[in-house]
């Protein structure tokens, strides 16, 4: 018999201040009966009552019922929450022991922090969310492969900020799924951002080293793209064909320069990049990369490889356009865009 109001295989009870559920588990019929009986038999004035006695005589027979049947019994409390943030081990081709959080998106350290100092502050931590926690978590769970040490540093007087092996750790907004490594090797904040190592257990072997290498990757619905080691694609402004810089201040917030640390003297190259490689300084300790003169910059509305969102976009003094990697001289690195609504693959070879 069924009680109204109370599904037979899925109920809640409270039993002695602490909620009880049971998944899948009928009430036991006599239970039920005495329970419906009671409550039929008490007065108006202390139907009440009688639920009460329900509550505490079916609901414990429902508890001891799902135990004996291998049921799951949970306890609600803060203390058997599984909101802890877990840290697990990836692999991103052609990379693999990546750090990552339970949702499998890449984590990041950025080197001038080693020493645990934060740098990324203000407007950094849009672009770069730390992994932060509440201030009562003592422990952060892992799989078996992060050998790491991990701790924390203060954030806010509510929050602090996970840490491992003395780096502070950060996701990047331009990871916008699961396993994507947009955010390697970006040179900014003081520092370079560098994905993180699981099985590291030192802080000198923490970052992994960024492949610094300009590659050709297909950015529908072109081919022949000038792109970086992980496929994000590389646009020039057709008003910095003569090297001087026009995308500065909040410009270089849409368009990231590719920077490399000034000491840096070349860039490895993947097949089909035939164009002439070279730099220009940005600060006193960066350099932007160029490409045929061209310097040559990311884009933030890309959300992952192969993107194309930022071709012919009129800003900035100019218009911004896909860089061709086999061009060889600069008027052919300019990749004209397709016609708005054309779905033809275009492969660029350079000239007009």
């Not at 899925?10 to 009671?38: G, Q, Y």
């Not at 407007?123 to 969310?129: D, F, H, S, T």
């Not at 201030?135 to 509510?158: C, E, L, M």
Request: net charge positive; hydrophobic share 35%.
């Amino acid at each position: 018999m069924d009680l109204p109001g109370f599904p037979p295989f899925v109920l809640a009870f409270n039993l002695n201040d602490r909620l009880i559920r049971s998944a899948s588990v009928a009430p036991p019929k006599a239970a039920l009966e005495e329970a419906h009986m009671t409550s039929r038999s008490t007065p108006q004035q202390g139907r009440s009552k009688g639920r009460r006695r329900w509550h505490d005589r079916a609901g414990i027979g429902i508890a001891v019922v799902a135990l004996a049947a291998g049921g799951s019994i949970v306890a609600a409390s803060a203390s058997t929450s599984r909101s802890t943030p877990q840290l697990q081990s990836i692999a991103v081709s052609p990379y693999s022991g990546l750090l990552a959080n339970s949702k499998g998106f890449s984590l990041y350290v950025l080197s001038a922090e080693s020493a645990g100092k934060f740098h990324c502050t203000g407007g950094c931590l849009r672009i770069w969310p730390p992994f932060l926690v509440k201030t009562s978590v003592k422990t952060i769970t892992r799989s078996r492969s992060v050998i790491g040490s991990i701790g924390f540093d203060k954030r806010s007087s509510t929050t602090k900020q996970v840490t491992f092996n003395g780096f502070p750790v950060y996701k990047f907004t331009g990871d916008t799924s699961p396993r994507q490594v947009s955010g390697e090797g970006i040179v900014a904040d003081g520092g370079t951002w560098t994905l993180v190592s699981a099985g590291a257990k030192t802080n000198g072997t923490t970052p992994v080293k960024p492949r610094a290498s300009l590659i050709t990757t297909s950015a529908v619905p072109y081919k022949g793209v000038l792109a970086r080691g992980n496929g994000l694609s590389l646009y020039v402004l057709s008003a910095e064909s003569k090297g001087t810089l026009h995308c500065t201040g909040g410009c270089t917030s849409i368009w990231p320069p590719l920077l490399v640390p000034s000491s840096v003297t070349s860039i490895p190259v993947g097949a089909g990049v035939m164009g002439t490689i070279g730099f220009v300084a940005r600060s006193a300790t960066t350099q932007q990369v160029t490409f045929n003169g061209f310097p040559v910059y990311l884009y933030s509305g890309d959300s992952g490889s192969g993107g194309s969102s930022g071709e012919g976009i009129a800003a900035d003094g100019g218009t911004w356009y896909l860089a061709s990697a086999s061009a060889t001289t600069q008027g052919a690195t300019e990749i004209p865009p397709v016609p708005p609504g054309s779905t033809t693959t275009t492969t660029y070879r350079g000239g007009y």
